[in-house]
Nanobody, 132 residues
Framework: QVRLTESGGGSVQPGGSLTLSCVPSGDTGNQIYMAWFRQRAGKEREVVATISPGGTIPYYADSVKGRFTISRHNSKNTVFLQMKSLKPEDTAMYYC?????????????????????????WGQGTQVTVSS
């Protein structure tokens, strides 16, 4: 069992920046693939970014490319989502997610076409609001 704890959400004006953090705990002995998803009001949950266990393979949704950066510090067991040039349409609940990444896991899906169904563990979410 992997537990995920997010932090860093808040309110910001358009064009501003925020950095979200996610700390996995519990059974993290095996490699885990990490991701950020978001869910806007009235919309389905969608992927924002994913990152491989070694931090060398990032994936970004088209809507955030060039503005968001996902990274992980494995020594600190923390995953970050740095968000810049925020827009009102980035307003959402942001969720940290994790998936087993050991032998037999589907790295192709995680890194090329990630979906909600690919990820097993979820945090409680942190709200990001972008408005003037």
């Amino acid at each position: 069992q992997v537990r995920l704890t997010e932090s860093g959400g808040g309110s910001v004006q358009p064009g501003g920046s925020l950095t979200l953090s996610c700390v996995p705990s519990g059974d993290t002995g095996n490699q885990i693939y990490m991701a950020w998803f978001r869910q806007r009001a009235g919309k389905e949950r969608e992927v924002v970014a994913t990152i491989s266990p070694g931090g060398t393979i990032p994936y970004y949704a088209d809507s955030v490319k060039g503005r968001f950066t996902i990274s992980r510090h494995n020594s600190k067991n923390t995953v970050f989502l740095q968000m810049k040039s925020l827009k009102p349409e980035d307003t959402a609940m942001y969720y940290c997610a994790a998936a087993p990444a050991g032998e037999g896991s589907n790295w192709y899906n995680y890194s090329q076409r990630p979906t909600v169904a690919d990820f097993t563990y979820w945090g409680q979410g942190t709200q990001v609001t972008v408005s003037s």
